[in-house]
């Protein structure tokens, strides 16, 4: 059976990109997002399909949490914790792991002072201070309650009576906070 066109081993096209002649048979067929889009382009102006177009074509199952979860009820026999003072020792089967604050210079010690890798154990000293969020500008004019805070010369004060023109700075009315 005859083909209706011819084989094309001499034939001459020009590159739809560049706009370059070379062989009919050595031009290759573009393909952008899985398409084939008839593009003939020349060996230099042609590349792949860039994987960021196929974003979306196809269906990802990427689920980030589990389902029907279970909590860790071998806490204080999960195994030893893994610090072996001495060749052969097994550790501290008695807390797990999780009794360790692992990083560098953790919290609560560091190597200088955890005699035989230890566990540091977080210990707070002292009290926690007043937290004050959106404090106002003193002012002369306004009569401010106890514990009002207030902002004046860039540090920040609180009432420790009531008062009236009674600048922040004075301490029978106020404290530095």
Same mark, same amino acid.
């Given at each position: 059976? %005859?083909?209706?066109?011819? &084989? ?10 560049? @706009? ?16 084939? !889009? ?7 102006? /042609?590349?792949?399909?860039? +994987? #960021? ?9 990427? +689920?980030?949490? *589990?389902?029907?979860?279970? %909590?860790?009820?071998?806490?204080? &026999? ?5 610090? #072996?003072?001495?060749? @052969?020792?097994?550790?501290? +089967?008695?807390?797990? &792991? ?31 201070? $007043? ?6 500008? /003193? ?6 309650? #106890?514990?009002? +805070? !207030? ?15 009674? *600048?922040?700075?004075?301490? $029978?009315? /106020?404290?530095?906070?």
């Amino acid at each position: 059976m %005859p083909n209706n066109f011819a &084989s094309g081993k001499f034939a001459i096209a020009e590159c739809d990109r560049c @706009g370059f002649r070379y062989k009919l048979t050595q031009l290759k067929n573009l393909v952008i997002k899985t398409k084939n !889009v008839s593009i003939k382009v020349c060996p230099t102006c /042609w590349e792949p399909d860039q +994987p #960021q177009l196929s974003i979306g074509l196809y269906p990802v199952n990427d +689920p980030q949490a *589990v389902r029907e979860p279970r %909590p860790d009820v071998s806490y204080n &026999s999960s195994g030893t914790s893994g610090l #072996q003072l001495s060749p @052969g020792d097994t550790g501290y +089967p008695e807390g797990g &792991s999780r009794i360790f604050q692992w990083g560098w210079r953790p919290v609560g010690g560091a190597a200088a002072n955890d005699s035989g890798l230890t566990p540091n154990y977080l210990n707070s000293v002292g009290a926690v201070g $007043t937290v004050m969020i959106n404090v106002a500008a /003193w002012s002369a004019v306004i009569e401010y309650a #106890q514990n009002t +805070p !207030v902002s004046y010369s860039g540090g920040y004060y609180l009432a420790i009576k009531s008062n009236i023109n009674h *600048v922040p700075t004075d301490i $029978t009315y /106020w404290v530095a906070n």
